[in-house]
C-alpha cells in the first residue's frame, strides 16, 4: 500500500512471517530500490525470498519509466534522458554510461546532441526539421515521417553547442503553450541565427496551458 506522501510503499516482507506489514519500500534519487524491513530482516533476503534481482526489483518500484537515447553521429549511445512518471508527476533524469558497464547520473565530460541525430544527419536537407520541448513530441513527429528532433532538459536549455548541426537547415521550432514554451522559441531563434537557412516560430494558442504539438 501507499504511504500519505504517495512516493513509497508498506508491504508485508516475504522473509519472515509477516501478519502486519513492516517492509517500507522506496527509490532513492539516483534509482536505487531502497528496502527496510522493521522487524529486522535484511535487503539480500528480502530480494532473495522474492526471487528477484535488484533490476527487476527497479522495474517494478517506478510507476512507468521510459528512456530516451541520445546517439552521437556514429550511432553510439552518448547519453539517455529518464522519464518517471509518478502519482504526483513526472521527473526527467539525466545519466551516462559508467565505466564498469553501469550508469552514472551525471552529464560529466559529455558533449549534449540533438535527439534523433544520425536521423537528421541522413534525412533529405531540403526537408524542415522540426525542434519540439521533448522528448515524447519528437517521437510523435518522427511517426508522421516527419524530421524532428529536440534537446535535452527541455525548455530553456538549447544551447549554442548544439547550433552546428543545423548548419543551412530549414527550422521550425514547435513551442509548448506557456511562458517557458515562448521563451524556448526565442533562445532557439537566437542560438540558430546566421546558422540555419531559415528558422520559424509555430505555438499553439488554442490549446490550454502546457499544451504542446502531441496534443
Not at 522473509?15 to 522506496?26: E, K, Q, R, V
Not at 526471487?51 to 512507468?64: C, D, F, K, R, V
Request: aromatic letters at 6%; one cysteine or more.
Amino acid at each position: 500500500k501507499r504511504t500519505g506522501n504517495g512516493e513509497s510503499f508498506m508491504a508485508i516482507c516475504p522473509a519472515h512471517d509477516d501478519n502486519d506489514p513492516s517492509l517500507s519500500i522506496g527509490e532513492a534519487a539516483d534509482g536505487k530500490v531502497l528496502l527496510k524491513c522493521h522487524a529486522g530482516c535484511g535487503f539480500d533476503e528480502v530480494h532473495t525470498a522474492l526471487g528477484m534481482t535488484m533490476a527487476q526489483l527497479s522495474n517494478h518500484i517506478a510507476e512507468e519509466k521510459i528512456t530516451y537515447d541520445y546517439l552521437d553521429e556514429s550511432g553510439k549511445l552518448s547519453y539517455q534522458v529518464v522519464r518517471v512518471d509518478r502519482p504526483k508527476g513526472k521527473t526527467f533524469r539525466q545519466r551516462r554510461p559508467g565505466k564498469h558497464g553501469d550508469w552514472a547520473w551525471n552529464m560529466k565530460g559529455v558533449k549534449r546532441l540533438p535527439y534523433r541525430l544520425p536521423e537528421l544527419l541522413e534525412a533529405d536537407k531540403s526537408l524542415p526539421v522540426f525542434i519540439t520541448e521533448g522528448e515524447k513530441d519528437a517521437d510523435r513527429l518522427r511517426g508522421l515521417g516527419l524530421v524532428a528532433t529536440t534537446n535535452s532538459g527541455g525548455g530553456g536549455k538549447f544551447t549554442p553547442d548544439l547550433a552546428e548541426w543545423f548548419q543551412g537547415r530549414t527550422v521550425v521550432v514547435l513551442t509548448d503553450n506557456d511562458e517557458v514554451g515562448q521563451k524556448h522559441g526565442e533562445e532557439v531563434t537566437g542560438v540558430l541565427d546566421g546558422i540555419s537557412a531559415s528558422t520559424k516560430v509555430i505555438s499553439f494558442p488554442e490549446l490550454s496551458k502546457g499544451g504542446d504539438v502531441s496534443d
